[in-house]
């Protein structure tokens, strides 16, 4: 399902936070290639500007380059908007674990600063990235949104506190918010460098330059990698709803099946050997688990489905093989 088929109408203001991010500028693509005029905050600590130059110069596009954790700088941004997607965090468990006074500053009182100024802006809905971190220590599988564990990370406690405040704002001021609890997102444009670099695009370039992708653990932990496409159809779902039941609530934002590192590993070095065969040869190692880590995510997603309708477009090797291309044909 793409955006024309949800039947959306291309004349909204829509304020994207970190929208030079991953997530953030692929919404930012697909939002403006509709029709619709994006303001965009982003104080690219964590996004990229080659992720937005394309957007610069097109007449609905408005950058603003300042912090969520200044609330005058909200303020501006909420300035007639429509609806907000808030994408803009201090992501990844281990950066959380490293520095926990930085991801509750940004995650915490950044996320606040927002909803005070969507809240004061009379913006009519707030729809939020929250995380799959908040299921915690549950073993319950799959994860059904009502029942969930206790944190595991400074990063999952700050995204818990998040739905937490979206309630409040919701009961308390009349702020409409939607929390989409994201499964291990990937696709085009997600940073493969750095130390918190998401799996799927480090091994990826690992594995492109015939390096040995490092799995944490023996390869046995499980995740419900979620491609970038049918995140944008949730938050656009999310954005458009007119069923009042279907609003200040969460939902997992996933594909509904797991796939343990290993094959995970095994599924890319096919994709990636049909533009060189030696990427086959390539092996494999195994590192210490990390600390904070859930050993298995998988979600339901049927609550999106009844509520948003929502209906995922790619599974987990289609979504592979067009990151994988877009990584071979973009990326050095």
Known sequence: MNISEIGFKP??????????GFIGSNLTESLLN?????????????????????????????????????????RKACSGVDYILHQAALGSVPRSINDPITSNEVNVGGFLNMLVAARDEKVKRF????????????KNLPKVEDIIGQ???????????????????????GLETIGLRYFNVFGR?????????????????QLKKLESP????????????????NVIQMNVLAMLTDNEKAVNTVYNVALGNRIDLN?????????LSQFNPKIMD??????????????????????????????PTHNLEEGLKEAVDWYWENLK
């Open 34 to 74: 509709n029709g619709n005029k994006i303001i965009c905050l982003d104080n690219f600590s964590t996004g990229r500007k080659e992720n937005i130059k394309t957007f610069l110069s097109h007449p609905n596009y408005r950058l603003i380059e300042g912090d969520i954790r200044n609330l005058e700088v909200c």
């Open 282 to 311: 390539v092996n494999i190692i195994y590192g210490p688990s990390r600390e904070g880590d859930v050993p298995h995510s998988l979600a339901s997603i049927e609550k999106a489905k009844k509520m948003l309708g929502y209906k």
């Open 127 to 138: 729809i939020y990235a929250a995380s799959s971190s908040t299921y915690g220590d549950s």
């Open 214 to 229: 490092v799995i944490n653990g023996d390869g046995s932990y499980s995740r419900d990698f979620t491609y970038i496409d």
């Open 11 to 20: 004349h909204y203001t829509i304020l994207i936070t970190g929208g030079a």
């Open 263 to 271: 094959n995970l590993v095994a599924l890319l070095k096919k994709y």
């Open 189 to 205: 444009k997600q940073d493969p460098n750095g130390a918190y670099a998401a799996v799927i695009p480090k091994f990826v370039m």
């Open 151 to 173: 944190p595991l990370s400074p990063y999952a406690i700050t995204k818990y506190v998040n739905e937490l405040y979206a309630k409040i704002f919701s009961t308390t001021y």
